[in-house]
């Protein structure tokens, strides 16, 4: 009985913490019947909502009430959020909301380039808030007390420390709690995705003027609703529109007039390679907050990487890459069906990390990416399943769902989950499907069987990969080929030890502790993230398990100096 009603109690704190999460994140925006925001209205809302936005930098967050009152004489501020980055010497940040952009484009073009400091100006949202000239008087202060928006600060765009996570998620009630604590203080907040898609917003008005029609499109974690504070932001500059953001506008008669273009003069790849080399030049060279740009044109995907010092933040520039923005809006689309679906692989990735399965640099593991479609596939092959298969989308597609790339792949599938008329019966709860994807993946026939989110059922292996799982967009390629035999043994570890741990740790809960107890020692879920001193089983390992304590998964990176002194 007490049981049911932990169950039930569980059940419901889930939900509310799905609602809250969605009303914080896109307040504003339209939604759809069912009250979801589709992928294309997402990020659509997004992008306006950082084409109305500057960044300024201050001394301080004391700065605020005066740049607040300055940068009121472009229009009206909606919000205004405090960031910092570095922790030593910390750098402080105002993000400001206008209600329109031209408001914002207002500020940023009343921008004037400062004398003192040599470099070419060059105009984007990032600004910095100097001191008036000596003699002059300070802004006058316009706000009346109490219309100033308040400083959004708990939204800060930073990891929570380790320890101030260890001890909520240690003081939940149970491990239900926990992975719903785990997800809601671990994701990345309404301040990261805005902070992201300015980035994004940086690249696209930096080339605007010579390139009209780019658009510089965030995807991966950073939008498809798996990302975690802290996360890399993956973009794509396209030049091309096919993303049908704007196939629903009335569209009128289309010009006669056309632009020329410069021939291609080689071919499609060695022609990106040479255009990605200009353009990771030219970020190089001009834009503000870029430093660190690396160019990796070789790898099958050329990606220029960069870090961005006014936000803290790794970006990934690709230009061929239009599946994996198609593959994002698949996993958004996912995590919305079902409120388990997001909570469960957060805790699966941050297991996955802290027993060293996965590793933010690429190579012989399994990367995020794979390990998310796991989670997925274990979802869908359910005897109830908690997710469709991506071919039943495929099959639902009408007219307006059409997505082919510029080099021909057919991302076309049922954009509105709804049309599917999908329901899923589980009643699981989040404790219960964790132990079960441990299990499930501890009997998986790695060896003979390929994992296809398609058809959500196991096929024969096409070939001798270690791990297959169909890419769900070009079904001819392997997701996890990169993927060595020692890593995906080391996987089947890992699962059975995770499962073992899990299972006593659900039976522990059942036991009457007292709250101090509870505070005092890591349990339930914190013991899956960390080795056992003695492992539970011991098969012929030919690798020694890397030992991670809890709060070594909870890094910071440091920056380099910025030169500016801002106000
Ligand atoms: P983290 O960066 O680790 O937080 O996760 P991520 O989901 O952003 O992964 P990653 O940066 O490696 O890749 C970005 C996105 O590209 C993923 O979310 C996928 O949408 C897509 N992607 C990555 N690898 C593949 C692949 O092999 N095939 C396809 N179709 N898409 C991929
Ligand atoms: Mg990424």
């Given amino acids: 009985m007490n049981c049911l009603m932990r169950r039930s109690q569980n059940l419901l704190l889930w939900r509310n913490s799905c609602v809250k999460h969605r009303s914080t994140d896109a307040a504003s925006a339209n939604r759809n019947a069912a009250g979801k925001l589709s992928y294309e209205e997402f990020i659509g809302h997004q992008q306006k909502q950082a084409q109305r936005s500057i960044i300024v930098q201050v001394s301080s967050e004391k700065s605020y009430p005066e740049l607040y009152n300055y940068c009121s004489r ?11 980055v570095r922790q030593d010497e910390a750098l402080h940040y105002v993000l400001l909301e206008y209600s329109t952009s031209g408001e914002a484009a207002a500020a940023i073009d009343s921008g004037v380039s400062n004398g003192d400091l040599c470099g070419v100006p060059v105009r984007s949202p990032f600004l910095w808030f100097r001191a008036p000239p000596a003699g002059s008087k300070r802004s006058p202060n316009l706000a009346p007390s109490g219309t100033l928006p308040a400083l959004n600060a708990i939204d800060g765009g930073r990891v929570m420390e380790s320890s101030q996570l260890l001890a909520l998620v240690r003081g939940a009630q149970s491990i239900d709690e926990q992975v719903l604590l785990l997800h809601k203080h671990t994701r990345l907040n309404d301040l990261g995705i805005r902070l992201r898609f300015l ?17 510089a499109q965030p995807f991966g974690s950073s939008v498809n609703g798996f990302g975690k504070m802290g996360c890399d932001l993956d973009l794509i500059l396209r030049f091309n529109d096919d993303t049908g953001s704007q196939k629903g506008l009335a569209v009128s008669e289309p010009s006669r007039l056309v632009f020329h273009t410069k021939e291609n003069l080689s071919n499609g790849r060695s022609q990106t390679q040479r255009h990605m080399e200009c353009f990771g030049d030219m970020l190089h060279l001009f834009l503000p907050g870029v430093c660190h740009v ?39 689309m996912f995590g919305e069906v079902d409120p388990r679906v997001r909570p469960l692989t957060f805790s699966i990735r941050r297991w996955a990390q802290s027993c060293g399965l996965t590793n933010p640099s690429p190579g012989r ?57 999908f329901r899923s019966r589980n009643q699981s709860s989040l404790s219960e499907l964790l132990l079960q994807f441990f299990e499930f993946y ?87 993230f960390k080795h056992p001193e003695k492992p539970l089983i ?25 030169p500016s002194t801002p106000q």
């Fill in 74 to 84: 472009f229009g009206s501020i909606l919000g205004a959020h405090h960031y910092c």
């Fill in 199 to 215: 980035a994004a917003l940086q690249v696209q008005q930096a080339i605007s003027g010579m390139f009209p029609t780019a658009q």
């Fill in 294 to 332: 690396r160019r990796i044109l070789q790898a099958r995907v050329p990606i220029i990487k960069y870090h961005h010092e006014h936000l803290d933040l790794e970006v990934d520039l690709s230009m061929s890459n239009l599946t994996g923005f198609y593959m994002s809006e698949l996993l958004y």
């Fill in 365 to 421: 593991w399994i990367s995020n990416f794979s390990l998310t479609c796991l989670v997925m596939f274990f979802l869908q092959q359910l005897r109830q399943p908690i997710l469709p298969t991506i071919g039943a989308l495929a099959k639902a597609a009408e007219p307006g769902d059409s997505r082919v790339t510029e080099d021909g792949i057919n991302c076309t599938f049922a954009r509105d989950m709804d049309r599917l008329g």
């Fill in 442 to 528: 501890s009997q998986f026939d790695f060896h003979n069987r390929a994992i296809s989110l398609n058809e959500g059922r196991a096929l024969s292996k096409p070939d001798h990969s270690a791990m297959y799982i169909v890419n769900p967009l070009e079904q001819l390629l392997n997701v996890s080929k990169n993927v060595s035999m020692e890593e995906c043994e080391r996987l089947r570890i890992e699962v059975r030890n995770a499962a073992w741990v899990l299972e006593s740790e659900v039976e522990n809960v059942a036991l009457p502790v007292s709250e101090g107890e509870r505070q005092e020692h890591s349990w339930g879920l914190l013991n899956l």
């Fill in 538 to 562: 011991r098969p012929n390992m030919f690798f020694k398990p890397r030992m991670v304590e809890v709060s070594d998964l909870f890094e910071q990176k440091e920056l380099t100096p910025s």
